[in-house]
């Protein structure tokens, strides 16, 4: 059974940052991905970065230049550092993973659709204020 667990969220200022975790069990994304997404109240879950050990790393274009996605492979740990937080960034984050590997035209890439993921965290809540 696959199991993650997020942590790290908070409340912040605008402007501020926050680093997410995420701790895997059950899972290493030998050939797969794992990923954040967000989803505020009445809205579409989002992804937001998602980092794969064979294809690197990919990011929404909202995020570039401010978010980074890391991993520590021999804690199994997944984590988001979030600078310059914006207020319409509040949301509840969530971790995600695949075992697939994704395919179009000339070669692989990283998904970043919550569909494309099979395994969910419970979340971590990020207020960003002002």
């Known amino acids: 059974q696959v199991h993650l667990v997020e942590s790290g969220g908070g409340s912040v200022q605008s402007g501020g940052s926050l680093r997410l975790s995420c701790a895997a069990s059950g899972y290493t994304y030998s050939s797969g991905s794992m990923g954040w997404f967000r989803q505020a109240p009445g809205k579409e879950r989002e992804g937001v970065a998602a980092i794969s050990s064979i294809d690197g790393t990919t990011y929404a274009d909202s995020v570039k230049g401010r978010f980074t996605i890391s991993r520590d492979s021999a804690k199994n740990t997944v984590y988001l550092q979030m600078n310059s937080l914006k207020p319409e960034e509040t949301a509840m984050y969530y971790c995600?993973?695949?075992?697939?590997?994704?395919?179009?035209?000339?070669?692989?890439?990283?998904?970043?659709?919550?569909?494309?993921?099979?395994?969910w965290g419970q979340g971590t809540q990020v207020t960003v204020s002002s």
């Open positions: 995600a993973a695949t075992r697939s590997r994704f395919w179009r035209g000339g070669g692989y890439y990283i998904p970043l659709a919550a569909s494309d993921y099979n395994y």
